[in-house]
């Protein structure tokens, strides 16, 4: 992931792979067939990872709020501690082979209908006023997803601090007026 971040898939050779990960390549062939399939496994990773994160709050039933906080607070984490693998997720997911990108699709979709889902009990508890659960969804990825471009680890604000402020921005927005 840190090579297709810094390099480009398309640049990036299995040699070169397998040298920085201290293999030879034929090696590097016996664990992926293709480079095609270490690209698969980036992408499956980091999906994997928001998730395992999702379920686990729903486990936990936090309230709508504080989910959607952790939601800002998931991608902006990855930023610090998986820097490669977000911008990849990002940025070359059409590299894929369609198969592949049909599975990470579903389990894309997946992750939003659960983000969605926390939109719509906040809705129903109350603790939102009535919004559209979809363009709420589409909001908050538009928000947190494109960051990775700008934010950078040990930067003015840590990563939870800027999870912190968007989820503000989300949940009493920007004006002044009380009404």
Same mark, same amino acid.
């Given at each position: ?5 810094? *390099?480009?898939?398309?640049? +990036? !050779?299995? #040699?070169?792979?397998?040298? @920085?990960?201290?293999?030879?390549? $034929?090696?590097? =062939?016996? =664990?992926?067939? !293709? ?5 698969? @496994?980036? /992408? *499956? *990773? ?17 309230? $709508?709020?504080?989910?959607?906080? #952790? ?9 610090? +501690? ?9 940025? /070359? ?8 990108? *049909? ?7 997946? =992750?939003?209908?659960?983000? #969605? ?9 109350? #603790?939102?006023?009535?919004?559209? $659960?979809?363009?709420? +969804?589409? @909001? ?7 960051? =990775?471009?700008?934010?950078? !680890? ?21 004006? +002044?007026? $009380? @009404?």
């Amino acid at each position: 992931a840190q090579l297709f971040e810094s *390099e480009g898939f398309a640049t +990036t !050779s299995m #040699e070169r792979i397998a040298r @920085a990960v201290g293999l030879a390549k $034929p090696s590097l =062939y016996h =664990y992926f067939a !293709s480079k095609d399939d270490i690209l698969f @496994a980036i /992408h *499956e *990773e980091f999906i994997n990872l928001l998730i395992d994160r999702q379920q686990q709050r729903t486990l936990a039933q936090l309230r $709508p709020p504080q989910e959607l906080l #952790e939601v800002f607070g998931d991608v902006f984490d990855l930023m610090d +501690t998986h820097r490669g693998h977000v911008r990849v997720f990002f940025e /070359h997911y059409r590299e894929l082979p369609i198969s592949q990108q *049909e599975v990470i699709k579903a389990k894309r979709d997946a =992750y939003e209908q659960s983000v #969605e889902a926390v939109i719509v009990a906040g809705n129903a508890s109350g #603790e939102l006023r009535g919004v559209d $659960p979809r363009l709420v +969804t589409l @909001a908050m990825f538009g928000m947190s997803n494109w960051a =990775y471009q700008w934010f950078t !680890s040990g930067g003015p604000m840590t990563s939870r601090q800027i999870a912190v402020q968007f989820w503000d921005y989300l949940m009493r927005g920007i004006g +002044t007026d $009380p @009404a």
